[in-house]
């Protein structure tokens, strides 16, 4: 989740910019989505954050899924300790 947060805090930075300049302004800027910061910034930025999040723990669970066939693992079972226990 860590990996995330650099690219949250940049995307919501420059949505609160762009918020700002319409402000001051009075001048409507294209905008994708909506022109709301909660359902047109938070969320989709939240969206984007969760990518990385996403692939680290499909990695972390195709190593300990390698782990498994491992003879000391097999070896735990046998001699029986419960799967949790392993």
Wanted: proline share 3%; charged share 15%.
């Amino acid at each position: 989740m860590m990996e995330s947060v650099p690219d949250f805090f940049v995307i919501v930075t420059l949505e609160t910019i762009v918020f700002e300049i319409m402000i001051q302004t009075r001048q409507q800027i294209s905008l994708i989505g909506s022109g709301q910061f909660i359902s047109g910034t938070l969320i989709p930025a939240l969206t984007l954050a969760m990518l990385p999040t996403m692939y680290m723990s499909r990695a972390v669970r195709v190593t300990v899924e390698e782990q498994f066939g491992q003879l000391y693992l097999v070896t735990a079972r046998a001699k029986g300790l419960t799967h949790r226990q392993v």
